[in-house]
């Protein structure tokens, strides 16, 4: 290789040192209400963030008992797009289905 290459040697050391930090996770919630379906509850968990029937439920019943459940954990920009699109469909099925985010 080095032959094509000169300057290309085997074993290179990289000139900087800076570790690559993983971005900080964000948890996305689907808060508890007294109006939405518990059926649209799974649906949004089945198409937005791509949950088993089973996993969906789950979520759906922490979300009933206790007031949240957790849906993920995801980068920064796909949490906040998962947020806006479940807003966007609660507001078009007339639902007042609150999704946030934070920090994890």
Known sequence: MSQNYPEVEEGIKSDTDEEVKEPPMYKVLLLNDDYTTMEFVVEVLR???????????????????????????????????????VDALARERGFPLKCTMERE
């Not at 979520?59 to 949490?79: D, F, Q, S, T």
């Open 47 to 85: 198409y937005v963030f791509q949950k088993s029937l089973e996993e969906a439920t789950r979520i759906m019943l922490n979300v009933h008992r206790k007031g949240v459940g957790v849906c993920g954990l995801y980068p920064y920009e796909i949490a906040e797009t998962k947020v806006n699109t």
